[in-house]
């Protein structure tokens, strides 16, 4: 018995040890490489059944089939490999190349170039790009298609996350020529290891849910642990924010701020979609400052002040320069340009010719304003073309011939009225022409433009400066409360109810507002606010408070635990920026199961950092207080049980997404391989019987807090080193 289980977790930790070499190797050859002589290899396949094999003989031998619920989450990982083994010997996979017009093919080129006939013949009748409503924008890519089998003509569509089959053939939308007559489907034939697969995917869903209900399953044991049974405690100190500085020295003339909130009010195209022109001004604000606002001025008065007062503008020290090279270049002391600094005694540019990240993001901000300034940047006029679709112009740009008259003499005077009266320092005549600007959107616009609701949304939530904020307090009431929990359960006491109740007040507080900002982002983008890095690390510290609430009066370590997750959460999303435009869903991500897997993996992410903390603590008490530290671990062990299924749900939900988008339901990105590495890794912990290390408290508590760096590479280091089609989020 000891020799087959060594054997089992021998073989799992050699596939783990694999999955690791080849995303890193992977890194430095391609992925062609790696998927002909490791994924793909003969060898690797061995290794996988070998490991199938040894895992059945030693389920067989300990006899789990005396407890259903475990036997059936065992056996539905068997049938998902024997599903993948099918799929691997049999399936067939590649792409198929229409145009408009022509006769169609009878057959496909597989990943190897090799022409694979089929039993049926397949045309394009039509592509087309469809849009989001006003915009250029593709909301989805669709393949009208006619197959010819035998006298037997069957019309289908596919498109992005919509499939079209015959004959247990897949097809699937993947490019398209750039004339738009032609479009290229990826191609699978796989009669029987998907759905082997996804026998083994329901499988795998039913015994997790049944094992929660197992009253012999070692989650059910756990739950009646004394540490549940009493009160813990924690404290979380109130923080001051420290207001801002009043500005210093005289500033650059602008608009009032009545009258530059109205121009924020206009409608611009701007991102590939219609929103408010202050959206776009916080952005330049931002991109050029470093902030979202400059010495007091609202984002829409720096663009005003840029617009009508270019002159004391460009000697305005706005622009903030990171590259202490790209300064000297621009022969400035402090971090701050005036735009008159980019050119020298003799008007030349002084950044021509040289290369390199700062001299590039320095060059970015000029030629930002140069868009601003000339106008090109402020697409605030709709029009229509002959076909009935809606474009959006700035003053400078090229207007179709086609366009009436009067129209065109409205787009290429309009600001210039506006800009004589500011000069004037007319106001109210400036807010009336702003209004009649507006009611001539609205009129070009039409339908196409977002409603009022939306319009006043995105405009406060442009406004919302939160994250910096909520996560420092986040953090610091979260240290505090861990310094403090730890000194409490070495002196053996427990602390007041009114701490206990102010801690509740304030996860309560943070959730309501994160739910609140969640909740706007979500209603001003149309869809549910988890498609990139920004939005998924949002989400994550929702899921933290959300758990911390859901968990405290059970779980009440969880408490500092979820302060500090939410609080780094926030802090990790505000990496690239601290609240990055809002932009329309790609085609491949406008699906359901988008939501379903990206939230079961942030919910197994966030109980896994509860974890982590949990061990450290552990860690710190052990010394003293190990029967505290062995309780410490049992929380973890509770946790632990639903992360990794929230995390195994997540994965193979992904697969199922990913199934139906690309053709394949799992295609060895890397953040798809470590996602596979962190669960094998973490379930090594949910063995005490067969590895009796696990059984150790300063162990497991050193494992939990170790194993989290799966979890950093999964997120961070893939996005950040290997790449790969997730490397989005």
């Known amino acids: ?155 289908g569509v596919a498109s992005m996350n919509r499939i079209f089959r015959f004959r247990h053939y897949r097809f699937y939308q993947s490019s398209y020529d750039a004339d738009g007559q032609g479009s290229i489907l990826s191609v699978s034939h796989d009669p029987w290891g998907i759905g082997i697969t996804y026998v083994g995917y329901g499988l795998l869903l039913l015994s997790m849910i049944l094992f929660f209900f197992d009253r012999g399953s070692n989650f059910r044991k756990l739950l009646r642990t004394p540490l549940l049974k009493g ?247 979260g240290v505090a409360a861990f310094v403090y929990i730890c000194r409490c359960m070495v002196a053996g006491r427990n602390g007041a109810s009114a701490v206990r109740q102010l801690l509740a007040v304030g996860l309560v507080a943070g959730f309501a507002f994160m739910t609140f900002v969640l909740a706007l982002r979500w209603f001003v983008s149309g869809h549910m606010p988890l498609s990139n890095g920004f939005e998924t690390m949002q989400f994550m510290a929702w899921c933290a408070l959300g758990l911390t609430l859901l968990f405290r009066r059970r779980f009440p370590l969880v408490v500092p635990f979820g302060y500090l997750t939410a609080g780094l959460a926030l802090m990790v999303s505000m990496m690239g920026e601290s609240n990055p435009h809002i932009t329309n869903l790609m085609p491949v991500l406008s699906s359901p199961l988008l939501c379903v897997h990206v939230v079961l993996v942030m919910l197994a992410y966030a109980l896994l950092a509860f974890i982590m903390f949990n061990g450290i603590t552990g860690i710190i008490l052990y010394r003293h207080h190990p029967d505290k530290a062995g309780q410490l671990g049992d929380v973890s062990r509770i946790l632990l049980y639903p992360a990794i299924f929230c995390l195994a749900a997540g994965i193979f939900v992904g697969a199922v997404w990913a199934n139906v988008s690309w053709g394949r339901y799992w295609g060895w990105d890397p953040k798809e391989v470590w996602a596979l590495i962190t669960m094998l890794v973490y379930s090594l912990a949910l063995h005490p019987a067969s590895l009796p290390w696990f059984r150790r408290p300063l162990f497991f508590h050193w494992f939990c807090v170790a194993a989290f760096l799966c979890v950093l590479v999964t997120y961070f280091g893939v996005n950040l080193l290997l790449g790969g089609m997730h490397s989005y989020a």
């Open 1 to 155: 018995m000891k020799t087959l289980k060594r054997a089992a977790f021998a073989l799992l930790g050699a596939v783990m040890l694999v999955l690791v070499t080849a995303s890193i190797v992977e890194k430095e050859t391609g992925t062609h490489f790696v998927s002909d002589n490791i994924y793909g290899a003969v060898w690797f396949v061995a290794l996988w059944a070998l490991t199938g094999i040894a895992a059945v003989v030693y389920m067989f031998r300990r006899r789990l089939y005396r407890r259903p619920a475990v036997f059936m989450l065992h056996s539905a990982f068997v049938v998902i490999l024997v599903g993948a083994a099918v799929t691997w010997m049999s399936g067939e996979q590649g792409t198929v190349h229409l145009r408009v017009g022509s006769d169609g093919t009878k057959s496909f080129l597989d990943s190897d170039g090799t022409e694979r006939q089929m039993p049926f013949g397949i045309r394009l009748d039509e592509f087309r790009v469809e849009y989001y409503p006003g915009t250029l924008s593709p909301m989805d890519f669709v393949s009208e298609l006619i197959v010819t089998d035998g006298v037997d003509t069957v019309h």
């Open 231 to 477: 009160g813990m405690l924690c404290v979380m100190l109130c923080l001051p924010m420290s207001a801002g500085a009043a500005p210093d020295g005289a500033l650059p003339p602008t608009l009032p701020r009545s009258s530059a909130d109205g121009l924020g009010r206009l409608y611009v195209y701007y991102q590939d979609r219609i929103c408010p022109l202050s959206t776009l001004a916080k952005d330049f604000t931002v991109k050029l400052y470093g902030k979202s606002c400059y010495k007091g001025y609202t984002p829409e008065q720096v663009v005003a002040g840029w617009l009508f007062w270019y002159d004391e503008w460009k000697e305005e020290p706005v622009i903030r320069i990171k590259s202490v090279e790209t300064r000297r270049l621009l022969g400035i002391e402090g971090k701050y340009a005036a735009l008159s600094d980019y050119r020298n005694a003799v008007n030349s540019y002084r950044l021509e010719g040289f290369a390199g990240r700062g001299a590039s993001e320095a060059d970015e901000k000029f030629n930002l304003v140069a868009m601003l300034c000339t106008g090109s940047m402020l697409r605030i006029f709709p029009y229509t073309d002959m076909d009935g679709r809606l474009h959006w112009a700035s003053q400078v740009d090229r207007l179709p011939s086609y366009m009436d008259d009067d129209q065109e003499l409205f787009i290429r005077g309009v600001m210039n009225y506006i800009h004589e009266l500011v000069v004037r320092r007319d106001y109210s005549q400036l807010d009336e022409v702003i209004g009649k600007l507006r009611e001539y959107q609205f009129s070009e616009g039409g339908a196409a433009m977002p409603s009022e609701a939306r319009f006043k949304a995105e405009r406060l939530y442009g406004r919302l400066e939160y994250s910096l904020y909520l996560a420092a307090a986040l953090i610091l009431a």
